[in-house]
């Protein structure tokens, strides 16, 4: 079965800490990763996706197979980090599987 | 270039009754994808659509059908609304059906009482 877990509902950091923001899922076939953020008041939005190997606002995350995990990144954290993170695994076509997301807290 | 959106914003309905949700896709996008949010979840696939045709579908009843429409604006439709059908609908569009960048609207509010 296709399954994303985001293990921590809540992170909560302060201002210039790192942060590692939890992602493992359950595939059988090639899976394509990405992470989706919501800041407060927004819509839900693209952050990253593995393919692209890119650092987006300082944040990076890669697609390890054999943990089964996409961890996501960032060596500084800001306040404007704030907000609701989302792991999603796209499994054939346009089928994605969103995880249940973890709300990101940086404190001043 | 005008953004997605979606109609209307929220809305109140009592069970067995039928829903209708709107969604405009953004400019130049022929893809379109729903999606149900609960409370405290992350969003689950619908299903997508993609040149008037399904395109894909997550584990949801027949009772969600959809449509799209030669100008790629799509509508998702529920009957016999049930409790726990209570959530945000969220639609997303993109440019290809094989995997351009999603672009979230703001969701329409379902209560079902």
């Known amino acids: 079965a296709q399954r994303v877990t985001q293990p921590e509902k809540l992170l909560s950091v302060f201002k210039g800490a790192p942060v590692e923001l939890k992602c493992n899922y359950s595939y059988s076939g090639s899976p394509e990763l990405f992470w989706y953020v919501q800041y407060s008041r927004q819509r839900l939005q693209l952050l990253l996706r593995?393919?692209s190997r890119e650092s987006i606002k300082g944040f990076t995350a890669d697609l390890n197979k054999g943990e089964t995990s996409f961890h996501l990144k960032k060596p500084f954290a800001q306040e404007e980090d704030s907000a609701m993170y989302y792991c999603a695994l796209r499994t054939g076509g346009q089928n994605f599987v969103f995880g249940p997301g973890t709300r990101l807290s940086v404190l001043p | 270039e005008t953004g997605v959106t979606q109609s209307p914003t929220h809305l109140i309905k009592t069970r067995g009754q039928q829903v209708t949700l709107r969604c405009s896709s953004q400019?130049?996008?022929?893809?379109v994808s729903w999606y149900q949010q609960a409370l405290g979840q992350g969003p689950q696939f619908i299903f997508q659509?993609?040149?008037?045709?399904?395109?894909g579908r997550g584990n949801f009843p027949p009772r969600f059908s959809g449509l799209q429409f030669p100008n790629y604006s799509s509508e998702l439709n529920v009957n016999a609304l049930e409790l726990d059908d209570s959530a945000l609908y969220l639609c997303?569009?993109?440019?290809?059906?094989?995997?351009?960048?999603?672009?979230f609207g703001p969701g329409t509010r379902l209560l079902v009482l």
């Open positions: 997303a569009s993109s440019s290809l059906a094989g995997g351009e960048t999603q672009y």
């Open positions: 593995h393919i």
């Open positions: 659509y993609y040149r008037e045709e399904e395109n």
């Open positions: 400019s130049g996008h022929n893809t």
